[in-house]
Nanobody, 123 residues
């Protein structure tokens, strides 16, 4: 059973930092590209950052230079270091990934979401 467990959200003042973590639990599978999304109240969920298994990264323009995504392929964990936080970064942050496993004689890739963690930045 694959589960994504997030941690690290909280309340911080503008200009502060937070580090989010998302661990993929379970065994017998390969974790592919990992993503961080966020959803602010009344807005659509947006892609914040992406990291491939070979550690190639990509960021939304709104967070470039402030956020850093990283991963530990041994621990199947992805991180999001958020610096110079702004009130507009306030949102629920979700991790997401595709996981490939060998099930019933065939390889299958399934997509999974974390439960979300609240990040609130006060002005």
């Amino acid at each position: 059973q694959v589960q994504l467990v997030e941690s690290g959200g909280g309340l911080v003042q503008a200009g502060g930092s937070l580090r989010l973590s998302c661990a993929v639990s379970g065994s017998g599978f390969s974790v592919n590209t990992m993503y961080w999304y966020r959803q602010a109240p009344g807005k659509q969920r947006e892609l914040v950052a992406t990291i491939t298994r070979s550690i190639s990264t990509n960021y939304a323009d709104s967070v470039k230079g402030r956020f850093t995504i990283s991963r530990d392929n041994v621990k199947n964990t992805v991180y999001l270091q958020m610096n110079s936080l702004k009130p507009e970064d306030t949102a629920v942050y979700y991790c997401n990934t595709d996981v490939t496993g060998y099930y019933s004689g065939t390889y299958r890739t399934n997509n999974y979401w974390g439960q979300g963690t609240q990040v609130t930045v006060s002005s």
